[in-house]
C-alpha cells in the first residue's frame, strides 16, 4: 500500500459506481483487501500508507475496527445501487502496517463484518499480514478460531545486521517459533523475503533462504528491495551513510533465490511468489494480476469493480472523519478504458507462470515473442500453445519484456 496517491478525477461524496460495473460480473471473483495502517515502529525503507503511535494525534487504534465495519456497510450499499448481485468474498487479506497489532478480536470483528455482509465462499482465503514479534501461540490459535486460514510473515531475513539495516525488530531465532505456533493452530503459512538490502552478501542472502525453507513454508515471496523517494533510506543513501543497491548483486541473488527454491520443491507462479503447489498459491494476489474485483477497506485501500478503480484518503483521521459524516472515504478514481484495461493485463498477466494469451497482444507484440524467445527471455514451447511465459532470465527483466510486448 504505497504512501502517494495517484492523480485522477475527485470521487463522488456518496462513492457510487457507474452501471457499467455491472457488466460481467458474475464472471469475476470478488475479493476484500482490509488495510490496518498501524506500526510499532516505521521501517527505513517502507512507503506504505502507515503511521505508528507518534506520528498520528486524535485518532485511537481502538477506534478502527469501528471505522472499518462501516465502510464495509457503505461499499454493500454502493455494490447494491450499481446493480452488482451478491457475490461471496473468495479471499479476504489483512495488510498493513502491522494488523496483529490491533486485538483478535478486532480483526474477528471486522472479519464478521465482511462475512455477514457478502459472506465467505467455501474454501475462502482469508489472510493476515503478521510481524514475527507481534503474535504468540495464544493470537494465531484465536485468529484460526476466527475464521483466518493463512498467516504471512514478513521475516524479511535471518541475518541481524541486514534485519538493523532494514530496521526490523525481530529476531531471526523467533521465525521457527511463529511458524510452529501457526501449523499447531492449523494456519497456512507464507514467508515475505526481501533481498539486495545494502551490506548484505550473497551469502547472507542463502543464510535467509536456508532459515526460510527449514520451516517448510507453504509460500514463499521474495523482493528486491527498491528505494522509494522520501523514505528514511533513501536519505541514507544520498548522504552516502548507506551503499546504492547493487543492481547485478540483486539478479545474483534472485537467481540463487529461483534455483534454491526449485530445488527445494518451490514452483514459481509469479515473478516474485513461489508455493509449494497450486493450492498454496495466494488466491488474493493473483486476484489483482488477473483483474478480478476487490474492495479495498481502510484509509489509503485501492479499490477495483468492473473497469472503476479508486482509492481511500490517506490520513487516519480524515479518513474515520467521512465515516462519521456518511461520505465516502474515496479521495479519486478512474474509469479504464478498453485499451488501457488490455495494456494492464500485459503488465500483469506476463508475471504470471499461467501467461499472458499471445491474443492479446498487437501486431507488433506478436512479432516481438520471436524475438524474446530468440533472447531466451520467453518459454518457446509455451508460445507454440498461444502463451508468454517467461522463463528465468525473462522474470529478472519482466519490465523490459513488458516494453518489447507493448512497442
Not at 517502507?46 to 486524535?58: K, L
Not at 468474498?89 to 464478521?112: E, I, K, N, Y
Amino acid at each position: 500500500m504505497p504512501s502517494a496517491l495517484p492523480i485522477a478525477d475527485p470521487a463522488p461524496a456518496d462513492g457510487m459506481l457507474p452501471a457499467s460495473v455491472a457488466e460481467g460480473a458474475g464472471e469475476r471473483d470478488f475479493g476484500v483487501y482490509v488495510h490496518v495502517p498501524f506500526c510499532r515502529v516505521r521501517c527505513g525503507y517502507c512507503d506504505f500508507n502507515t503511521y505508528t503511535a507518534a506520528e498520528i494525534r486524535g485518532v485511537k487504534q481502538s477506534d478502527y475496527a469501528g471505522q472499518a465495519i462501516a465502510e464495509v456497510a457503505l461499499a454493500a450499499r454502493i455494490i447494491e445501487a450499481a446493480g452488482v448481485k451478491g457475490r461471496p468474498a473468495q479471499t479476504v487479506f489483512f495488510g498493513g502496517g502491522t494488523p496483529t497489532l490491533l486485538p483478535v478480536s478486532d480483526l474477528a470483528a471486522m472479519l464478521d463484518a465482511v462475512r455477514a455482509t457478502w459472506g465467505l465462499a467455501p474454501g475462502a482465503e482469508v489472510t493476515t499480514e503478521a510481524n514475527p514479534d507481534s503474535v504468540d501461540a495464544d493470537s494465531l490459535t484465536a485468529l484460526a478460531a476466527a475464521g483466518f486460514t493463512r498467516v504471512s510473515f514478513g521475516m524479511q531475513s535471518a541475518v541481524p545486521h541486514v534485519l538493523a539495516t532494514l530496521e526490523r525488530t525481530h529476531d531471526p531465532e523467533r521465525i521457527p517459533l511463529v511458524v510452529e505456533w501457526a501449523r499447531a493452530a492449523g494456519l497456512q503459512v507464507s514467508l515475505d523475503l526481501i533481498y539486495g538490502t545494502p551490506g548484505e552478501s550473497l551469502g547472507d542472502w542463502a543464510a535467509s533462504l536456508d532459515l526460510a525453507l527449514a520451516q517448510h513454508p507453504d509460500h514463499l515471496s521474495a523482493y528486491a528491495l527498491i528505494v522509494e523517494d522520501g523514505t528514511k533510506l533513501a536519505r541514507q543513501i544520498a548522504r552516502g551513510d548507506v551503499a546504492q543497491p547493487d543492481d547485478d548483486l540483486q539478479a545474483d541473488m534472485y537467481e540463487l533465490a529461483d534455483e534454491t527454491l526449485a530445488a527445494a520443491g518451490y514452483r514459481w507462479y509469479e515473478v516474485s511468489n513461489w508455493a509449494t503447489d497450486d493450492a498454496h498459491r495466494s488466491r488474493h494476489n493473483l486476484a489483482y494480476w488477473t483483474g478480478q474485483d476487490w474492495w479495498g477497506v481502510g484509509p489509503g485501500a485501492h479499490s477495483h469493480v468492473g473497469g472503476v478503480r479508486w482509492w481511500n484518503v490517506k490520513h487516519p483521521a480524515a479518513y474515520a472523519e467521512r465515516l462519521a459524516a456518511g461520505v465516502s472515504p474515496a479521495a479519486g478514481r478512474e474509469t479504464l478504458d478498453a485499451e488501457t484495461r488490455r495494456v494492464e493485463a500485459v503488465l500483469l498477466r506476463s508475471r504470471v507462470v499461467d501467461g499472458l494469451p499471445i491474443g492479446m497482444l498487437e501486431p507488433t507484440g506478436r512479432t516481438a515473442v520471436a524475438g524474446l524467445i530468440a533472447d531466451g527471455l520467453v518459454d518457446g514451447a509455451a508460445a507454440v500453445q498461444g502463451r508468454v511465459v517467461l522463463t528465468r532470465g525473462g522474470r529478472l527483466l519482466a519490465d523490459a519484456v513488458v516494453r518489447r510486448l507493448l512497442d
